[in-house]
């Protein structure tokens, strides 16, 4: 059902508008996932800087996941009380403030708090866009598809550029593109995208947040069943996102400025595909196009660990782009099994419950990577996928129906 503000205004000016929500949106989050992946190509510049190892970055990064995903649950709270676009515009301007913070910190103190504030306000985007694009798109894998394009695309920009600037300039600068690239869409989103109605005006946010109805929610086995399968890929999501470019670097041999073109180069096969994945899940089911993510990043890890030379590098991005991607697959899986009245809280807690856990994947693999090194770290990841695709094809063996 699509949201027209009231205006009287003809079908193909609707349909623009619908347009405008969705690239706005998209690039919402584009905006919102810059400053966190801009940290990537510079940890190990932060670890000589600091003095740290590489479990305690991955313990910061960890930490700031953590935060965003636990904002997805009071964000569409918010929501519901104030409307969508107003927490957009908080998620926006908090990720620049936040990561002028980053550039600023004295100390690994300051940094870490700083990352787990830039992940708290970052966080309050996505289950609320979603929300709004619930309103306006009846193809919601096709819409969510695009949306999830955003992120991606982010990577395509944030950390080759901030590889530069690092080599250049140093990592503080670096960490700093991100509140360039979240102005000027705070700007836009606040001049194009109407306010929409609140959901829930006059409710006590005291009773969006009890927790009965939340644990009745979570336990029901067509939530609780995705929910696990959304915790493997998040972790592997996480520990991708975190250390993809330290893995080329310390395992593969490869030049940082190398390092954060693949790493942006996975990010546009991400960005070009996510639209397909959600189209394939649409047509073909959610489960079918999860299963078929899976075992294409799984692959993909495999090359990068056992297969040496660039073609075998160039391959395993393409898997990994494409497999990880498995957002555009499984999340409309939940909006499946949600009721109209329970979208904009219950997405926003489902997310916040399997982003939790998934995001130990950053602390997790480099704890793994210090105690057994690089390759053993991503083989966990690889198994882990994998484990994801066993527990579809036994679902479905077994007639479960989850």
Partial sequence: MEYDSGARTTTRTRWRYRETV???????????????VAISPVVPQLTANFGVSNATIGLALSGMWMAYFLSQYPSGVLADRYGERPIILVSLGGTAIACLFLALAPSFAVFVGAT?????????HY??????????????????????????????VAPPVA??????????????????????????????????????????????LDLEPAAELLTRPTIAFPICLA?????????TASFLPTFLVEYRGQST????????????VQTVTQVGVGAISDRFGRDVATAGCMVLAATGFGLLIAVPGIVAIATAVVLLGIGLGWGAALLPRFIDALSSVERGVGFGLIRTVYGIVGATGSAGTGLVADLAGWGVAFAVL????????????GNWALGLEY
């Fill in 116 to 124: 787990v504030v830039l992940g708290a306000v970052a966080g309050l």
């Fill in 231 to 239: 915790v493997a890929g998040a972790f592997v999501w996480q520990a």
């Fill in 127 to 156: 289950s609320v866009a979603t929300t709004l694009l619930i309103k306006t798109y009846a193809e919601i894998g096709t819409a969510i598809g695009v949306h999830n394009s955003g992120g991606p695309a982010a990577g395509l």
């Fill in 163 to 208: 590889a530069w600037i690092s080599v250049r300039y140093g990592w503080r600068p670096a960490v700093a593109v991100g509140a360039v690239i979240a102005l000027p869409i705070f700007y836009l989103f606040a001049r194009r995208v109407r306010p929409t109605p609140p959901a829930r005006p006059d409710q006590p946010m005291r009773e969006r």
């Fill in 257 to 268: 400025p190398f390092a954060g073109a693949v790493f942006a180069a996975y990010f546009v």
């Fill in 22 to 36: 969705l690239a706005l949106s998209t690039l919402a989050f584009f905006g919102t996932m810059a400053g966190r």
């Fill in 382 to 393: 690889a198994a882990l996928l994998a484990l994801v695709v066993v527990a579809l094809a």
